[in-house]
């Protein structure tokens, strides 16, 4: 009996699998609240799927799962508790998992004023007088203004930059003047205006003409008189 000299096997397909790799890293990002945030990441692999991550500023080492399986997460609405927010993506295809760069989330605020708003404030003329205001906002700013009206015009008082305005001496000029700080921040666009506080300046009684001497024939009159 003669055997056969060749046998062939079965075909069989050979898949090619890419090792996963991250290309182009996701970066900080800086926002505006309530404004939102997008983190993205490019990469290579085969099969690949994301899960988005995120740790607090307070437990930078626990990261919890957030958003869906897709190259891009997005925060929805931000406030100042998420500001120092960690975000990664971990990767994983068929071949291996890589896991992305940390990357912070900042989040700053526009200037809102906040209790206490400025006082009125009554003086007799001669002592100093203060108004202050209290604001929110990152890299807040202040400019204080001054009118003779509550409705205004305002305009800016010179070097009056700080959150307390102190006029060092007042003066009767003053009394019934109006003022008011406007807040503005560096970080995000906008400002806000505080109420307006009046300013009384009571004026300090002084002699200004002294009595004088007289000299009468009884049984007449003498006067007195002083200004």
Known sequence: ????AT????????????TTAI?????????CAPNAATYTVSATGTELSDQWQVATAAAPTVFTNVGTNSSS?????????MSGNIYHVIVTGSCNVVTSANVTLTVNTSAAIIAPQPADVTVC???????TVSATGT??????????????????????????????????????????????????????TS?????????????T???????????????????
């Open 1 to 4: 009996t003669t055997c056969p």
């Open 7 to 18: 046998a062939t096997s079965k075909n069989e397909r050979v898949t090619k699998s890419t």
């Open 23 to 31: 290309g182009t890293q996701t970066t900080a990002q800086t926002v």
């Open 73 to 81: 997460y997005n925060t929805g609405a931000t406030s100042v508790a």
């Open 125 to 131: 003329n001669g002592p100093p007088a203060s108004f």
């Open 139 to 192: 890299g807040a700013t202040y400019q204080w203004q001054s009118a003779t009206a509550v409705g205004g015009p305002y305009t800016n008082i010179s070097g009056a930059t700080l959150a307390t305005y102190t006029i060092a001496a007042t003066t009767p000029a003053m009394n019934n003047t109006y003022y008011q700080a406007v807040v503005t921040t560096t970080a995000c666009s906008g400002s806000a």
């Open 195 to 207: 109420v307006p506080a009046k300013l009384t300046v009571n004026t300090i009684a002084t002699i």
């Open 209 to 227: 003409a002294q009595p004088t001497a007289q000299s009468a024939c009884v049984p007449n009159t003498a006067t007195f008189s002083v200004t």
